[in-house]
């Protein structure tokens, strides 16, 4: 298991610790490092969701809510991100706070994988450049699956390894060699941008993806591959209750 800093804890409590150090700078280092293209991913994933009309909406690991916020223009009457990150809920709810839309949006303390919502309790959920970090996948999958409505979406954006010449060869160089160095260097946080390639490296993306998807009780999984396959996005919705 690939973690942040590789110590004698819990892949929980190490993520939780990276993202504290670095929220401060986050949204900049995210928006500079991925050329400002992560928020047309973004977008994709928004104009996705919007489709179904939710007036729910669940962000796991929200960070500092971006995505959240973005998910306004679905047309939601309520939008609720959590995340493990006590110092990326701050930077995210002054944010809100700032453009006047706490009424809203919302961002509140919470783990992925041990929810506290009541069954079927959302329209939608989503998940941007988090479901990596979770420590056990399958079991916040399960936890996301159970507090949405049956056939309610499940949107993930993450990362992903491109396949094909030049793109993949151009993308590791960037992803092990520059990024770690210009992450370093602004964020001050000696493993978090180490990290990031790594735990993309890990993660079970494309069909490997999809397969646990449907292994928690999801259905009518698919993926659309963005900006030649560094990044792609995850679509699936939840079984009902009888095709369980």
Not at 11 to 19: H, P, Q, S
Not at 143 to 156: D, G, H, S, T, Y
Request: glycine letters at 6%; one cysteine or more.
């Amino acid at each position: 298991m690939v973690k942040p800093y590789n110590n004698n804890e819990s892949k929980k409590y190490e993520v939780r610790a990276m993202f504290d150090n670095i929220a401060r700078n986050y949204d900049f280092l995210n928006h500079f490092l991925s050329f400002g293209i992560d928020i047309l991913w973004r977008k994709r994933l928004i104009r996705t969701l919007k489709k179904y009309r939710p007036k729910s909406i669940l962000d796991i690991a929200t960070g500092t809510g971006d995505l959240a916020i973005m998910a306004i223009k679905t047309g939601a009457d309520n939008i609720l991100g959590v995340d493990i990150s006590t110092q990326m809920i701050e930077v995210g709810n002054q944010k809100i706070k700032k453009r006047s839309l706490d009424q809203k949006v919302r961002l509140t303390e919470g783990d992925a994988e041990s929810l506290n919502f009541e069954d079927e309790s959302f329209d939608a959920a989503m998940v941007a450049f988090g479901v990596r970090n979770f420590e056990d996948l399958e079991k916040g999958l399960f936890e996301i699956n159970r507090v949405l409505k049956p056939n309610a979406p499940f949107c993930v954006l993450e990362f992903s390894k491109p396949q094909h010449f030049p793109v993949k060869q151009l993308y590791g160089f960037y992803s092990y060699y520059l990024l770690p160095k210009i992450g370093r260097l602004i964020s001050n946080d000696k493993r978090a941008y180490t990290y990031l390639p790594e735990s993309i490296s890990e993660f079970p993306h494309g069909d490997g993806f999809l397969e646990i998807l449907k292994k928690c009780n999801f259905e009518n999984t698919r993926l659309k591959r963005l900006s030649f396959g560094i990044a792609t996005l995850y679509i699936g919705e939840k079984v009902c209750a009888e095709k369980q």
